[in-house]
């Protein structure tokens, strides 16, 4: 599995942005697709993550309420709405995909696959 993200852009407190994460080499079927964040000097954090299958997904408190996963079946895309953008939000956005096998749901960061980072820089 080969991940695309795109869609980082710098914006302003307030204002909206829309990730992909577009997948090619096999559709993302039984897969979960996480999305992490790194901001510079601090660790790695997931965001929010959705099972392709079902749609259950995940929050992180930091984005609940402002970010929304979707998915498009027909394109094989994962999107991450996020809203009212705040400064705090301002990092390199990757996704990840993971195999769920037989599992209902994954909350690690173990993922298989990954994508390049899109940079997200939100001003104030």
């Known amino acids: 599995v080969q991940l695309q993200a795109s869609g980082g852009g710098l914006v302003q407190a307030g204002a909206s942005l829309r990730l992909s994460c577009a997948a090619s080499?096999?559709?993302?079927?039984?897969?979960?697709i996480g999305w992490f964040r790194q901001a510079p000097g601090k660790e790695r954090e997931s965001v929010a993550a959705?099972?392709?299958?079902?749609?259950?997904?995940y929050y992180a408190e930091s984005v609940k309420g402002r970010f929304t996963l979707s998915r498009d079946n027909a394109n094989n895309t994962v999107y991450l709405q996020m809203n009212a953008l705040k400064p705090e939000d301002t990092a390199v956005y990757y996704c990840?995909?993971?195999?769920?096998?037989?599992?209902?749901?994954?909350?690690?960061?173990?993922?298989?696959?990954w994508g390049q980072g899109t940079l997200v820089t939100v001003s104030s």
């Open positions: 959705i099972t392709w299958s079902g749609g259950r997904t």
């Open positions: 080499g096999r559709t993302f079927s039984g897969y979960i």
């Open positions: 990840a995909a993971k195999d769920l096998g037989d599992n209902w749901f994954y909350f690690g960061s173990d993922y298989n696959y």
